[in-house]
């Protein structure tokens, strides 16, 4: 009897590992699904709030908007600007009208940026868990997916991040990330557009536009 009860506790257990293993494939890909919709997007036109908070300190808050069209992006803020082609960065300091250029490392993480943001979640690994249930709304057509994240790299200096979305639609709309050392980012994103309605031109780096600003090239190359 206890043989059997034995190998009844280890089939159980066996089950119980394959349904975990089966639910965290089916979290990941519905949050890749999201990243994807918005990285491999042709054209993306999106506003948002980023927001900063370090222990015991008021929170940084940043109003902008983010444009894309293939692999060239901008990111427009009250006080600073990015203009990316995938290879070179151009970071605008708008009130000391300064500029600085620097190579892209493919393999950095930096997430200043919604772009940033999005290329952490897709590139590292981590373990999901549905956690819906912390959404408080009472209206059925605000209600968003939560999935928690949790990197798998016990070397990160992030330990959990919250990612939330509209199911329907798969629409972004809160990414808040959990550093080790207190801080905390935020990303809140509001009006988004795929359609385009905005000039290649528009989110190009252009010197002309900056030929009073001094400008630092800080390539190695």
């Known amino acids: 009897m206890n043989q059997l009860r034995s190998l ?7 089950i119980s590992h394959q349904v975990v293993h089966a639910q965290d494939q089916d979290l990941q890909e519905s949050v890749h699904q999201v990243i994807d919709k918005y990285q491999e997007a042709d054209a993306l036109k999106l506003d948002f709030e980023f927001q900063i908070t370090f222990p015991e300190q008021d929170p940084q808050i940043f109003q902008g908007t983010f444009f894309k ?10 006080d600073y600007a990015i203009y ?29 940026s919604p772009a940033g943001i999005l290329k952490y979640l897709h590139n590292q690994d ?8 912390l959404n408080q709304s009472s209206s059925i057509g605000s209600r968003l997916k939560i999935i928690e994240l949790i990197p798998t790299d016990k070397s990160s200096e992030y330990f959990k991040i919250r990612f939330s979305y509209q199911d329907a639609g798969n629409i972004l709309k809160h990414v808040e990330i959990f550093a080790k050392d207190g801080q905390r980012i935020q990303l809140t994103t509001g009006e988004t557009s795929f359609s ?8 190009l780096w252009n010197d002309e536009l900056y030929e009073d600003y001094y400008i630092e090239d800080l390539r190695i190359d």
């Open 8 to 14: 009844f506790l280890i089939l159980l257990m066996g």
């Open 69 to 78: 069209r293939g692999d060239q992006y901008k990111v427009d803020l009250d």
């Open 84 to 112: 990316s082609d995938g290879t070179t960065q151009y970071t605008v300091q708008k009130k000391v009208k300064e500029v600085q250029i620097t190579s892209i490392d493919l393999e950095s993480v930096e997430l200043s």
């Open 126 to 133: 981590f373990k999901y868990f549905d956690k819906s249930g």
């Open 196 to 203: 385009g309605n905005f000039s290649q031109e528009s989110i």
